[in-house]
T-cell receptor, first 110, second 113 residues
Framework: QKEVEQDPGPLSVPEGAIVSLNCTYS??????FMWYRQYSRKGPELLMY????GNKEDGRFTAQVDKSSKYISLFIRDSQPSDSATYLC??????????FGGGTRLMVKP | DSGVTQTPKHLITATGQRVTLRCSPR?????VYWYQQSLDQGLQFLIQ???????AKGNILERFSAQQFPDLHSELNLSSLELGDSALYFC????????????FGPGTRLTVL
């Protein structure tokens, strides 16, 4: 079993929908939680990061961490076709070595 | 554009060969990280250097090695290549060592035939 599990999708939604992306993990020592967006054939781009439990909002994006359940989420409001990409969750104990989920491919249809 | 550069973009080689991948971090960043992304294993941390010294090691094979030079650029050396080494290799950089704020380069696509 992998340390970080993520549904690979693909997840197809209509433009304007609210998207929910999730990861579960097994290592209780993880303290830093990140979401990266990766367009095809490009490097991952950091979207959101949170430390420990709680919520964080940035524009259309909201990240949630529930350490008691070992579950993290990323919500995208008013999704746009330009949001179509693979979303990777990542976690770290000390902030340097990142452990990634396998990624969820999101398709937002106009 | 993250400011991290990687060369070459693509590399095609044969089994048993050795290749070197190069990474230049963002200006001012002291830490460099190497990751491998394959279809079956996903994105995996290989190794981290901070200001010329090895700081952390992940699941890096013994056939792979890396170094960071005084000008802070880094090279990842892959030897005795196998078909399974075909993957995207990403370099990331950050200002300090213990940070989740890592900026990824565009990657080098390695194909081993």
């Amino acid at each position: 079993q992998k340390e970080v599990e993520q549904d690979p999708g693909p997840l197809s939604v209509p433009e304007g929908a609210i998207v929910s992306l999730n990861c579960t993990y097994s290592n209780s020592a993880f303290q830093y939680f990140m979401w990266y967006r990766q367009y095809s054939r490009k490097g991952p781009e950091l979207l959101m990061y949170t430390y420990s439990s709680g919520n964080k909002e940035d524009g259309r994006f909201t990240a949630q961490v529930d350490k008691s359940s070992k579950y993290i989420s990323l919500f995208i409001r008013d999704s746009q076709p330009s949001d179509s990409a693979t979303y990777l969750c990542a976690m770290s104990e000390a902030g340097n070595m990142l452990t990634f989920g396998g990624g969820t491919r999101l398709m937002v249809k106009p | 554009d993250s400011g991290v550069t990687q060369t070459p973009k693509h590399l095609i080689t044969a089994t048993g060969q050795r290749v070197t991948l190069r990474c230049s971090p963002r200006s001012g960043d002291l830490s460099v990280y190497w990751y491998q992304q394959s279809l079956d294993q996903g994105l995996q941390f290989l190794i981290q250097y901070y200001n010329g010294e090895e700081r952390a090691k992940g699941n890096i094979l013994e056939r792979f090695s890396a170094q960071q030079f005084p000008d802070l650029h880094s090279e990842l050396n892959l030897s005795s290549l196998e078909l399974g080494d075909s993957a995207l290799y990403f370099c990331a950089s950050s200002v300090v060592s213990e940070t989740y704020t890592q900026y990824f380069g565009p990657g080098t696509r390695l194909t081993v035939l």
